[in-house]
């Protein structure tokens, strides 16, 4: 009884994979591809990209705007460094120069140094942003401070011996 059980269910097994044996069959052979030709494709003649020559035109735009801003530049510091020396006093004119190379110069590491530790926590944008509203701000307030201080008269009299040229 036992073995006429196991024979009937690997007979029932054996029917079933048969069946689906057939219909797998029969299936493959109804399957209709959908994908059709519209057009046969060619063989492109030159390549539809990068175009060099507006690469080219685009790269020389840009150099030519970078050498024009370098120059204007260039001329802004060394037209802000003449005002400054023409209006600070004598005695104090080395002094003034140092202060005023140091805004540029001087600043310049320490931004290099803050502002990339910021923006890979805020991102790039956000941290150039920030930075620059920062700068802002405080040339202001150093401007405001500078402006109430500029035609004050000096606590104490100047020599004319410091107000002479050195030779």
């Known amino acids: 009884m036992e073995l006429e059980r196991k024979a009937t269910a ?3 097994v054996y029917e079933s994979f ?3 044996s057939r219909g797998t069959a029969a299936r493959d052979g109804i399957e209709q591809p959908t994908a059709t030709f519209s057009s046969e494709a060619t063989v492109p003649t030159s390549p539809s990209a990068p175009n060099i020559m ?7 735009a840009f150099a030519v705007i970078a050498g024009l801003v370098a120059i204007a530049l260039s001329m802004n510091f060394g037209l802000a460094n003449t005002i400054v020396q023409e209006h600070a006093p004598p005695p104090l ?6 202060v005023f190379g140091m805004s540029f110069f001087g ?7 803050v502002v990339p530790g910021v923006s ?4 790039m944008r956000t941290a150039l942003a920030v930075a620059s509203v920062i700068y802002g701000i405080a040339a202001v307030y150093v401007l405001s401070i500078a402006g109430r201080h500029v035609c004050d008269r000096p606590e104490c009299a100047i020599s004319e011996s410091e107000m002479a040229p050195v030779a």
């Open 10 to 12: 690997a007979r029932t």
């Open 120 to 123: 890979d926590l805020i991102g």
């Open 18 to 20: 048969l069946a689906r």
């Open 54 to 60: 507006l690469a080219y035109l685009l790269g020389a």
């Open 107 to 113: 600043l310049m590491p320490i931004g290099g140094l």
């Open 93 to 98: 004119r080395g002094r003034v120069s140092a």
